[in-house]
Structures are given as structure tokens and as C-alpha cells.
């Protein structure tokens, strides 16, 4: 037992000092520690373990759903139009790319249905674009929620983008009924849209989460993401065929087709039209699936494992 | 953080004097608990920071005194044991860190150094808890009940309840951003209020809505902590403290300066707070 206050501060000349020497002993760390397994204490903000942690977030799931679902609502309020910009606004971003690319430009090269696969491409990518995003800012725009209660805190970021999927579905539907106006023709595959959409908002976690640890630490991730998805926008061809402008056998070739932003936008396309760059086959659903199940456990992981340091300034 | 709280308090609504004496097992060990605050773009000041190194200076040589990040250490190496049966009021002036500490002790902020023990999960009951002035009230209560812990079915069957509680009436169904500083108070205290935690932590909470929810509020703090196992108390009201409390921490710039009976801290504490005063208004003249 040791009678120290190691920290004691210099104080302002006040009429009234504080009185020092008035505390109860002092405890050292050992002493601590085992007073507090003698009692059956348990330490607190401590990271429970991932088996432990997963369940605790599959426990909190109404939480996760009530969390985005508010949230979803509350976004677009304000204005006249309300929830309509949702689809208004992807509507009007890929009709810029229809006028510039289908019919200024001309980058039509290997494509079947310009304006299907421009749309198709804006909405997919608009889409993953929102999930990454809402990630990233979303520790630092729930820290009120975080420090005022206790629970998994990758409830956080999941209903982040959650919220998005949920804002995603009535654009699903317009993307859908876009390609119809435009031509492209009505085939069963058209049904796998949900599961399309579902795979990657698995993957949107995954990513998410991943971002949410960085985004938490360092609001700095927010200014530099948007260019990687900038790039991203260009580089997977969301507007024209890339395949068109690089060689086909050059160093850049595998990255083009092979990164997830790619593979994602080509499974919706290969749902909805007949585009010869994104034909409907196992091995581009079996790379959705290994994306999405990559990003899902890594972003997981990541995540969890600075658990107990999110709500710290 | 501490908004629209009114710090006068009736002697007649003060709860009644907890019954002292059954101090049972160690409910929290706190052992040298350091919170440190990162503040961006903030400015050098006196209570902010250490001095600079001479390598550092030599490098930010002809730079003004602001960078951007400072550190803020708002509590510095804290340790104590609260015991079940305990209620531990925690003051201090203004900014002294007894807010950080007791969102450290809940586990609520991450500590930068030190540990916490605790028997139970804390609850914190503030008035500051985060709810979304978008939607509507008895939104609010669902999230709000959710983030407690509660299941969606035990939200469902206490939004009624906790609506008439906050005395809503049909300002339930507007979003909170159409409610008075009042009823959102209200609604707050009676969303936190849900549960009865074993480990109950209060930040200001007494001083909610006019005189007569007040009563009731007070009534409600009684309840629960005669149920909860160990309760922790934050407020400037020395009066309340003592009415709450049977065990005082005063914790000044972040350090434990004194912890002991209620009273006897209480005492120590309102001698220095009256020569601050007059030190302050000897000074004006």
C-alpha cells in the first residue's frame, strides 16, 4: 500500500488550496487486479473475444435493422421532393453518362444496349460508392450513440450500410425499369437481381467496416476516398467498355476485369441485358461470391479488433 | 454536451436520505485510469499539453503555437473501489473531468491508460443521451430502448409506458426537432430511465423539467437506486450529492483529491469553492 499521487498537478494561486493527503490508500496495479478477481469483477472495455463478439452483434440485430431503417428515413427529409431524390438523383447522374459517353462521345465500342449499360453501371456503382462512404463517417457521426451506450460497436457501421441497402432497393426498381424503356429484353435472369444486390451488400459490409476503423481514427480517410473511388469509377468502366482501350494481354488487363468494383457492376449487367463484356456465367458469380466473402471477413476482423477504442477523441 | 440544465434544485425535491452502513463487496475497481482528449485544430493553452522538447521546438521554429492536434488529459491516474450498497457522488468545478471519468468507469469512453473492473454492465442514465431530432418520439424510444439492451418485444410493450412517463401526449408522434427543450428532456430522462441497471451511473440527471416532473423524476431516481447494487452521482449541486449520496470523490484538473465520507468531502469541497470566490471577487476590485 502505497501513500502516492504521482499526477498531482501545479495549481493556480487560489485563497483555498485543495487539500492533498485526504484519499484512502492506494492500491497498486497487482492489488487491483486481484481484488478485482477476488470479487468476480470482470474488466470493462475490454475486447471480448470474436466467437463471443459475433453473437453479441447477431443478438443486436433488431438494433441494427431499427437503427438503419430510421435512419433511412430521416435522410432526404427536408426537401420537397423527399425520398424521390433517392432515385432521382442516380437517374439523373446516369443520364449525364448517356448523353456524354452514349452519344457525344461515342463510346459505344462492344457495347449492346448504351443506355441499359450505362445505367446499370451508374445505379451499381452509385451504390457501392454510398456503402464505402457511409462507412467511413460512421463512427464519427454516431459518437453520441457510442458514448452514451454499451453495446458491439460494429452495429455501427453494419447499419450504416444497411441503411443504404435499404435506400438501394426502390433504385433497384428504376434501374430495372430503365433497361426495359431502353430494350433490353425480359429473360429470367432478371430475378437474380436481389441475390445480385445481396451479395454485394455483403461485400459493402466487409469494406465498410473495414473503412469504419480507419474513418474513425483518421476523419482524414473521408477527403482521400472519394479520389480512390473516383478511380475506381473510371478504372471498372462504368460508362464505357475498358476492355476497349487497354490491351487485352498488357499488365492492366487482369486488374480491369478482376477488381471487385468490376465484377460487381458486370453481375448486374449480366442479369438484366446481353452485353458481350458481361456475359451471365459461373466463374463471374463464384468471383462476386470469393469478393464478398473476402471483404466481409477481413472487414469483420479488422473491425473488431480495435473494438474497444471507438468513441475515444 | 450540457445543455439546457438548470442547476437549482428544491430542498424539497431532494430524494430521501439513503440508509448508510450495508457497504457489501467491491461492485467497480478503478486502478490509475487515464483519459487523454484529441482536439483537433486546437490552440496551445495552459492547461493543454506538456512543455515541448528542445528538438521539437527547434523544428516548429517559426511557427506560430497552433498545430493540428493537442492532446487534452482529462483525467489523470484515478484509482478507487466503489463497494454494492455504495452511492459515490463525484464533484469538482467546471471541466475538472468528473463527466469523462464516470463515462470511463461505464466503459463508455475508451481509457488511455489504466483499467476498469467492473460486476455488471454500467448503465448510464443522462440526460445527454444521443437521440435523432428527425424522428418522431416514439421512434426514439425504440432505438433508445434498443441501444439499452432491450429486445424489440420489451421496447414495444414499455413505449407506452415511458410516453406517458415523459408526458408526451400526441407530440409522441412529431419528430423531436418539433418538441420544446423540455419535453425532449423529458423524453430523454424517461428513454434512460427503461432499465434498472445492478451498476447505476447519473449525470445531472435531478435537475429535468419544471418543478413538478422533477418530483417525479426524483421519485424515479429513489426507485431505481433502491434497487440498483451501487450508484454513481455527478453533479455541481452539493445539495443533492449529500441528499444521494453516502461516499464523495472530488476529483479537480483530473485527479482524485479526496475521497471519503459525504459530508466530510462536501465540507472540503465548499471551503475551497468559497475562497475561489472570494479569491475571484477580491480580485475585480
Known amino acids: 500500500m502505497t501513500e502516492t499521487n504521482p499526477a498531482e498537478p501545479k495549481r493556480a494561486v487560489v485563497a483555498t488550496t485543495v487539500p492533498t493527503g485526504a484519499l484512502t490508500p492506494r492500491l497498486t496495479s497487482e492489488q487491483a487486479a486481484d481484488l478485482a478477481a477476488r470479487s468476480g469483477l470482470r474488466q470493462s472495455g475490454s475486447r471480448p473475444p470474436l466467437r463471443l463478439y459475433i453473437r453479441s452483434v447477431w443478438s443486436r440485430r433488431s438494433f441494427v435493422w431499427n437503427l438503419s431503417a430510421s435512419k433511412a428515413y430521416t435522410k432526404n427529409q427536408g426537401s420537397y421532393l423527399g425520398q424521390a ?85 426502390p433504385a433497384l426498381l428504376v434501374m430495372a425499369v430503365i433497361s426495359l424503356l431502353a430494350g433490353a429484353p425480359l429473360r429470367w435472369t432478371w430475378l437474380l437481381l436481389p441475390v445480385a444486390s445481396l451479395i454485394l451488400v455483403a461485400f459493402g459490409s466487409g469494406v465498410g467496416m473495414l473503412f469504419a476503423r480507419l474513418g474513425a481514427r483518421t ?29 487485352p494481354d498488357g499488365p492492366w488487363a487482369p486488374l480491369v476485369q478482376y477488381n471487385p468494383f468490376t465484377v460487381f457492376i458486370n453481375l448486374f449487367r449480366s442479369c438484366i441485358g446481353n452485353e458481350p463484356s458481361a456475359q451471365m456465367s459461373l466463374g463471374l458469380w463464384g468471383l462476386a461470391l470469393g469478393w464478398a466473402a473476402v471483404a466481409l471477413v477481413v472487414g469483420f476482423v479488422f473491425f473488431w479488433r480495435a473494438e474497444e477504442t471507438y468513441g475515444r477523441d | 454536451m450540457t445543455d439546457e440544465i438548470d442547476y437549482e434544485v428544491d430542498i424539497e425535491d431532494l430524494p430521501a436520505k439513503p440508509s448508510r452502513g450495508q457497504v457489501g463487496a467491491p461492485s467497480v475497481v478503478v486502478d490509475n485510469a487515464h483519459v487523454t482528449y484529441r482536439v483537433f485544430g486546437g490552440r496551445k493553452g495552459g492547461t493543454v499539453d506538456s512543455k515541448p522538447s528542445v528538438m521539437s521546438r527547434a523544428l516548429n521554429l517559426g511557427r506560430p503555437a497552433t498545430g493540428p492536434i493537442r492532446q487534452v488529459k482529462a483525467v489523470r491516474g484515478v484509482s478507487f473501489v466503489a463497494h454494492h450498497g455504495e452511492s459515490v457522488g463525484i464533484i469538482g468545478t467546471n471541466g475538472s473531468g468528473k463527466s469523462t471519468l464516470l463515462r470511463a468507469v461505464a466503459g463508455l469512453l475508451p481509457l488511455t491508460d489504466g483499467r476498469v473492473y467492473t460486476a455488471s454492465e454500467p448503465a448510464l442514465l443522462g440526460v445527454n443521451a444521443a437521440l435523432m431530432p428527425k424522428l418522431t418520439g416514439e421512434r426514439n424510444i425504440t432505438v433508445g430502448g434498443l441501444a439499452l439492451g432491450l429486445s424489440a418485444s420489451e421496447v414495444a410493450s414499455r413505449t407506452a409506458a415511458v410516453a406517458e412517463f415523459a408526458e408526451l401526449g400526441d407530440f409522441l408522434y412529431l419528430p423531436m426537432n418539433a418538441y420544446s427543450s423540455g419535453m425532449a428532456s423529458r423524453l430523454r430522462f424517461a428513454i434512460s430511465t427503461i432499465v434498472t441497471p445492478d451498476i447505476l451511473m447519473i449525470d445531472e440527471a435531478l435537475s429535468t423539467g419544471d418543478a413538478s416532473f422533477r418530483r417525479k423524476s426524483t421519485a424515479r431516481i429513489e426507485a431505481i437506486r433502491d434497487n440498483a447494487g451501487t450508484v454513481f452521482f455527478v453533479s455541481h449541486s452539493l445539495a443533492s450529492v449529500r441528499a444521494m449520496c453516502t461516499r464523495a470523490l472530488w476529483i479537480d484538473r483530473g485527479v482524485l483529491v479526496m475521497d471519503g465520507d459525504v459530508d466530510e468531502v462536501c465540507d472540503a469541497y465548499h471551503l475551497y469553492v468559497q475562497g475561489r470566490k472570494n479569491a475571484s471577487s477580491g480580485a475585480r476590485l
Open chain 1, 85 to 169: 431524390w433517392n432515385i432521382l438523383r442516380p437517374t439523373l447522374d446516369a443520364s449525364v453518362y448517356v448523353i456524354i459517353f452514349g452519344f457525344l462521345l461515342g463510346a459505344r465500342d462492344g457495347i449492346e444496349n448504351v443506355v441499359s449499360f450505362i445505367t446499370v453501371g451508374t445505379f451499381a456503382y452509385s451504390f457501392i460508392q454510398k456503402m464505402i462512404m457511409s462507412g467511413v463517417g460512421s463512427i464519427p457521426a454516431n459518437v453520441m450513440l457510442v458514448r452514451s451506450h454499451r453495446f458491439p460497436r460494429a452495429v455501427v457501421p453494419l447499419s450504416a450500410i444497411l441503411t443504404e441497402a435499404v435506400l438501394f432497393a
Open chain 1, 219 to 247: 476523419p482524414d480517410i473521408a477527403n482521400i476516398v472519394p479520389f480512390f473511388l473516383s478511380l475506381g469509377r473510371w478504372g471498372a468502366g462504368v460508362m464505357f467498355n475498358p476492355m476497349k482501350f487497354i490491351d
